[in-house]
T-cell receptor, first 113, second 112 residues
Framework: DTAVSQTPKYLVTQMGNDKSIKCEQN?????MYWYKQDSKKFLKIMFS???????INETVPNRFSPKSPDKAHLNLHINSLELGDSAVYFC????????????FGPGTRLTVL | GNSVTQMEGPVTLSEEAFLTINCTYT??????LFWYVQYPGEGLQLLLK?????DKGSNKGFEATYRKETTSFHLEKGSVQVSDSAVYFC???????????FGDGTTLTVKP
């Protein structure tokens, strides 16, 4: 069974479109995260949710909106996509807070044309 | 704020060579320290961790010791294999700040 899953794995779209990436974890964890990894492999936290509540919102354009319908899901919606949004987006989860090991999904490679 | 500085890559080694990837950190308080590994085309996965000073984390032949006096958490392996080729990330988690900070990653390539 996949612990942290993301869909889709690949997403190719045009500038200006709106898209969503879905994430689900079946580990019973309380905290979920979204990270962005650029082409140089640099990893940056975007958001963190604990029990459906937003606890970290880094300096991310408000075109990015996370939504957590329940503690097993954390989706990422992106409006008005720009070229610079092209990256690999990783969802992760941890049992408690950030002091716990994070379990990462396989990533979603977003390409904006 | 917190920060993690990793040895710049890429690092290329021959099979059975000794590996060291340096990692130093800046943090207030007493963070937990982690090494994550990312194999090609995959997400990150925990390699090892240490939660307090002088703890040694180990897994799959890799080791790292939490050194508070030098604020370091260097990753070592005595004999690398081709299958160790990956990107390695050092990270710290600060429960007071409520977030993790990752280093920039070090790409390791091991040649047969």
């Amino acid at each position: 069974d996949t612990a942290v899953s993301q869909t889709p794995k690949y997403l190719v779209t045009q500038m200006g479109n709106d898209k969503s990436i879905k994430c689900e974890q079946n580990l019973g964890h309380d905290t979920m995260y979204w990270y962005k990894q650029d082409s140089k492999k640099f990893l940056k936290i975007m958001f963190s949710y604990n029990n459906k509540e937003l606890i970290i919102n880094e300096t991310v354009p408000n075109r990015f909106s996370p939504k957590s319908p329940d503690k097993a899901h954390l989706n990422l919606h992106i409006n008005s996509l720009e070229l610079g949004d092209s990256a690999v987006y990783f969802c992760a989860s941890s049992l408690g807070g950030v002091g716990d090991t994070q379990y990462f999904g396989p990533g979603t490679r977003l390409t904006v044309l | 704020g917190n920060s993690v500085t990793q040895m710049e890559g890429p690092v290329t080694l021959s099979e059975e060579a000794f590996l060291t990837i340096n990692c130093t950190y800046t943090a207030t308080g007493y963070p937990s320290l982690f090494w994550y590994v990312q194999y090609p085309g995959e997400g990150l996965q925990l390699l090892l961790k240490a939660t307090k000073a002088d703890d040694k984390g180990s897994n799959k032949g890799f080791e790292a010791t939490y050194r508070k006096e030098t604020t370091s958490f260097h990753l070592e392996k005595g004999s690398v294999q081709v299958s160790d080729s990956a990107v390695y990330f050092c990270a710290l988690s600060d429960t007071n700040a409520g977030k993790s900070t990752f280093g920039d990653g070090t790409t390791l390539t091991v040649k047969p």
